[in-house]
């Protein structure tokens, strides 16, 4: 008898570390999150995970402005001491993007005062978000104070925003994480049209803008999928929208030519033989400008 | 009561076997982010990808590229180089842009000068793999 008393308990031992149980902690953390839960998307998470990736980094843009010569400018940023105004986890996901493209900025630009505005600005955002614990301020921040660190500090700051999002996607928080994901990537749009307008005839920077078509219909799908269950993500849908009709007059082609490669130290270097038209004019930049500073006006207020 | 002790050996050996199991399992985060370090100096990290054979056949991520920026993607496995992993680039159109296996040799990275901005498909395959376990790094330089 006691033999099998003993043998029920060792299963019932088994069978809980086996199991997802919580811990209270984890279980208290957990229902903090709920606030931030909607009904949910329309569609599956897995997918809707398959297509935030093929968002670009806005580090990219940054990196083009700097490498084309264009000079830094504070003004085209969202003020750091906004951050108050971002009550709610809407505001706070969308701000986040924001203030993670103008850190990016001004870190390429090795402007570190103005960073470490970012990062604090970026972490209250994160805590308001239950996801601070992912950004780690007071490494990032030692690193912002030796120009020599900007490798690590942009490997840091962009490691920090992949384990955000995949943190939001494994918790069923993906709309955050779209949110996250559009603020990023507007404000990089923001900035290249900021600098396009002092650059007028840029055609470099006309074709980054024209590009962002292409992401533009990402962002639009992914916003649909929670039309349904969150007014504020239809009601930006909605902005987008107004986007894309501008947009609409952007053309883009494609000529596809068999790509060619070498292997040069130990690397397969590909020569794309492929090229793309983007047909814009400044006449659809400065409405691009119009309808993306009435967006973000929106959102930064 | 010996088919009682004996009950209990099996339990316990499952549970410990299982145990080791998961140990020994696949760590493609950890494989990914060993490949970081390795993607050439003057790349900036984008992502990292875990590369584990599932239920399919290949693994695919895709990610939007940008005319005039030029990206790196390499393969990290335990022991051998690659262990036969392939990765091999798609364009929006599903046009095969690049594959790492070249006359029956496996690249470790490849580097894509992107032309044309739009979707790519990041498609990882085994090719002879032992593991079918590794890990990946996108990088972009201008």
């Known amino acids: 008898m006691s033999m099998r008393i003993a043998l029920i308990g060792l299963i019932l031992v088994v069978l809980s570390a086996c199991g997802p149980g919580k811990k209270p902690d984890d279980q208290a953390f957990l229902e903090s999150l709920d606030s931030a839960k909607t009904e949910g998307p329309t569609i599956s998470e897995e997918v809707i995970g398959d297509i935030l990736q093929q968002i670009p980094s806005p580090l990219e843009i940054s990196m083009i402005l700097k490498e084309s010569g264009k000079k830094y400018n504070v003004t085209y940023l969202n003020s750091a001491d906004n951050r108050a105004k971002y009550n709610t986890n809407y505001k706070k996901a969308l701000n986040l993007g924001i203030y993670g493209t103008d850190l990016g900025y001004t870190n390429i630009y090795e402007q570190n005062q103005d960073g470490v505005k970012y990062m604090e600005a970026i972490k209250d955002m994160a805590d308001g978000l239950n996801i601070g614990q992912f950004f780690d301020i007071e490494t990032v921040g030692r690193l912002a104070t030796n120009s020599k660190n900007l490798d690590s500090l942009l490997l840091i700051t962009t490691q920090n925003f992949n384990s955000i999002n995949h943190y939001l996607q494994t918790q069923s928080r993906a709309n955050l994480s779209v949110l996250l994901l559009t603020g990023g990537w507007l404000e990089a749009l923001h900035v290249t049209c900021e600098v396009a307008k002092a650059n007028p005839g840029n055609k470099e920077l006309q074709e980054t803008i024209g590009e962002q078509k292409i992401i533009l219909e990402n962002i639009m799908l992914l916003l649909s999928f929670y039309k349904e269950s969150d007014q504020n993500m239809a009601s930006l849908l909605n902005d987008m929208d107004g986007l894309k009709k501008v947009f609409d007059k952007v053309n883009i082609t494609y000529t596809y030519k068999e790509s060619t490669f070498e292997i040069v130290d130990g690397v397969m270097v590909i020569k794309d033989n492929s090229s793309s038209t983007i047909q814009i004019t400044n006449e659809d930049i400065v409405s691009i400008k119009e309808v993306v500073d009435s967006i973000r006006g929106k959102i930064i207020s | ?142």
């Open chain 2, 1 to 142: 009561m010996s088919h009682m002790k004996k009950f209990i050996f099996v339990v316990l050996s499952v549970f410990i076997l299982s145990t080791l199991e998961v140990i020994a399992q696949c760590n493609s985060e950890a494989m990914s982010n060993q490949c970081i370090p390795k993607l050439a100096t003057d790349f900036n990290f984008l992502k990292s990808y875990r590369v584990e054979k599932g239920a399919k056949e290949f693994v695919e991520y895709s990610y939007v590229f940008t005319k005039g920026t030029q990206y790196m993607i390499n393969i990290c496995a335990g022991g051998q180089a690659t262990d036969g992993i392939v990765v091999s680039l798609y364009d929006s159109n599903r046009n095969k842009v690049a594959s790492s296996k070249v006359n029956g040799q496996f690249i470790s990275a490849i580097a894509y000068p992107c032309n044309t901005t739009g979707i790519y498909y990041i498609q990882y395959t085994f090719d002879g793999s032992t593991g079918y376990c590794g890990g990946s790094a996108l990088g972009f330089k201008r």
